[in-house]
């Protein structure tokens, strides 16, 4: 079955400590996304990537950081610099460029800095 | 600057009838897709619908259908026969041909009661 895989479904840290968290895809898709989701809100853009190597910064990118070196894996950091990094966390993929932009989306890491 | 609007934070409607949640986006672009998107409390954000701007037709999925009003900038999804599992967030969605990222509103809540 193909679709996107996100693990852990819960992560719990301590504040200072960097925390990475994983998304995976075996859709074949080129283009990636992270957003972020606060309680009763809409979905924020942190980073997305068009192609492997590449990168953009989304609404929200302060205190994240994200890397692209492989098409199925586009994996976020959270830093200690993020001043309230506990959210629920969403990965998406779609075709990319040229397409109708229609994304599919992983069940969500929920994370929790104490 | 593409925008997308949902007016109503929260809706609820009896099991077995029919709810309509609205949805008004801004773009300047002629080619361009709308979607609504359905985040039970699982948190899993499903695709309910997609409707391709340069297509007249209103799109229809089963129990869900959409009233697209190219000239007023409005797209509002129709859900008849509601069903308890309709309980979601529902999110309109706007990606222009070729963009690489999806414009979110900030959700419509609806509660389907017994």
Same mark, same amino acid.
């Given at each position: 079955?193909?679709?996107?895989?996100?693990? !852990?479904?819960?992560?719990?840290? #301590?504040?200072?400590?960097?925390?990475?968290?994983?998304?995976?895809?075996?859709?074949?898709?080129?283009?990636?996304?992270?957003?972020?989701?606060? !309680?009763?809100? &809409?979905?924020?853009?942190?980073?997305?990537?068009?192609?492997?190597?590449?990168?953009?910064?989304?609404?929200?990118?302060?205190?994240?950081?994200?890397?692209?070196?492989? #098409?199925?894996?586009?994996?976020?950091?959270?830093?200690?610099?993020?001043?309230? !990094?506990?959210?629920?966390?969403?990965?998406?993929?779609?075709?990319?460029?040229?397409?109708? &932009?229609?994304?599919?989306?992983? !069940?969500?890491?929920?994370?929790?800095?104490? | 600057?593409?925008?997308?609007?949902?007016?109503?934070?929260?809706? %609820?409607?009896?099991? *077995?009838?029919?709810?309509?949640?609205?949805?008004?986006?801004?773009?300047?672009?002629?080619?361009?897709?709308? /979607?609504?998107?359905?985040?039970?409390?699982? @948190?899993?954000?499903?695709?309910?619908? @997609?409707?391709? *701007?340069?297509?007249?037709?209103?799109?229809?999925?089963? @129990? /869900?259908?959409?009233?697209?009003?190219? $000239? $007023?900038?409005?797209?509002?999804?129709?859900?008849?026969? %509601?069903?308890? =599992?309709?309980? *979601?967030?529902?999110?309109? $969605?706007?990606?222009?041909?070729?963009?690489?990222?999806?414009?979110?509103?900030? =959700?419509?809540?609806?509660?389907?009661?017994?």
């Amino acid at each position: 079955d193909g679709g996107i895989t996100q693990s !852990p479904k819960y992560l719990f840290r #301590k504040e200072g400590q960097n925390v990475t968290l994983s998304c995976e895809q075996n859709l074949n898709h080129d283009a990636m996304y992270w957003y972020r989701q606060d !309680p009763g809100q &809409g979905l924020r853009l942190i980073y997305y990537s068009q192609i492997v190597n590449d990168f953009q910064k989304g609404d929200i990118a302060e205190g994240y950081s994200v890397s692209r070196e492989k #098409k199925e894996s586009f994996p976020l950091t959270v830093t200690s610099a993020q001043k309230n !990094p506990t959210a629920f966390y969403l990965c998406a993929s779609s075709r990319g460029r040229g397409t109708s &932009g229609e994304q599919y989306f992983g !069940p969500g890491t929920r994370l929790t800095v104490t | 600057a593409q925008t997308v609007t949902q007016s109503q934070p929260e809706m %609820s409607v009896q099991e *077995a009838e029919t709810v309509t949640l609205s949805c008004t986006y801004d773009t300047s672009e002629s080619n361009y897709y709308l /979607f609504w998107y359905k985040q039970p409390p699982s @948190r899993q954000m499903i695709l309910v619908i @997609r409707q391709e *701007a340069y297509k007249q037709q209103n799109a229809t999925e089963n @129990r /869900f259908s959409v009233n697209f009003q190219k $000239a $007023a900038k409005s797209f509002s999804l129709k859900i008849s026969d %509601s069903q308890l =599992g309709d309980t *979601a967030m529902y999110f309109c $969605a706007l990606s222009q041909g070729g963009s690489e990222k999806l414009v979110f509103g900030k =959700g419509t809540k609806l509660t389907v009661n017994p």
